[in-house]
């Protein structure tokens, strides 16, 4: 799982994404927790887990695989707290660092829409180290961004900077999103697509590419400036991953909220089901 405070939230009821993720600043800090059984019997080298890491990442570290380190340790859960000893398989070596472009996932193709604003551009921070790898993208989940609190009357630049400071404030390693499309029509460059998102909720994330509009349609759609790209956005990583229309799938469809808007959601399932080309 991704961004371990976002994968441990577990939305209930019928609220919105925008009341839960008020809920979420109280208790983002007490996500954490040590997930071990009782040691290996024997014992082997050990690692110290450092804040931001993830088995995933110590997976790789050392060479071994995710599996081996649960099994190994006896771990009844993925979540790592800082301070916490994991034991190493035998056989297990601390890699030599790679440069980070070659962590992208083989899955993974990072082509660009047209036109992006990039990362460097919007001012992305440098993001955490808590991320796992996406793999196989299997589905593609619409979002609007007015699910958070005070973002009307901003530009889309703000905006985009406003969710991505909320985000890694929550702990997580970067914007949730991989791509925002701004009511301009630009399209804005969010988390790596080769690294698994927080926007779906936990498990949801997994092998699910995340695409925000900026704006509120809850009850009117973006207009033709911002909704041409977004359909054009849709259908070129439909393409892209080679998955069918029924991959595409709306926020409130993993989790209870309104998002991405009843207007939205409508268009997106006329879009889903061939009706829009």
């Not at 889309?156 to 301009?184: F, M, P, S, T």
Request: with cysteine; net charge positive; charged share 25%.
């Amino acid at each position: 799982m991704t961004d371990r405070p976002e994968s441990t939230a577990k939305p209930s009821g019928s609220l919105s994404r925008r009341e839960l993720v008020i809920g979420g600043l109280a208790g983002a800090a007490g996500l954490l927790s040590v997930g071990c059984a009782r040691s290996p019997a024997v014992r082997g080298a050990i690692h110290r887990v450092e804040a931001g890491e993830s088995l995933s990442s110590i997976a790789a570290l050392y060479g071994i695989g995710v599996a081996d380190l649960i099994q190994y340790n006896r771990l009844r859960q993925r979540h790592l707290a800082p301070g916490q000893e994991l034991h190493l398989p035998p056989g297990a070596h601390r890699q030599p660092l790679r440069p980070a472009v070659q962590e992208q996932s083989p899955f993974v193709r990072d082509e660009r829409p047209h036109g992006m604003v990039s990362r460097q551009q919007w001012g992305a921070p440098e993001p955490g180290s808590n991320w796992d790898l996406m793999g196989p993208v299997r589905f593609v989940t619409l979002h609007h961004t007015d699910e958070y609190p005070g973002m009307r009357g901003l530009s889309d630049e703000v905006v985009v900077q406003n969710i991505c400071r909320y985000h890694r404030r929550l702990g997580w390693a970067d914007i949730g999103y991989h791509y925002l499309v701004g009511r301009d029509g630009r399209i804005y460059e969010g988390r790596r697509v080769d690294r698994q998102g927080a926007h779906s909720g936990g498990a949801n994330n997994r092998n699910n590419l995340g695409i925000s509009l900026i704006g509120n349609f809850e009850r009117r759609l973006p207009d033709s400036l911002q909704l041409e790209p977004a359909r054009r956005l849709l259908s070129e990583q439909l393409r892209h991953y080679n998955l069918a229309r029924s991959a595409l799938r709306g926020h409130r469809e993993w989790s209870p909220t309104i998002c991405p808007g009843d207007a939205l959601f409508a268009w997106m399932v006329s879009f889903r089901d061939g009706r829009i080309s």
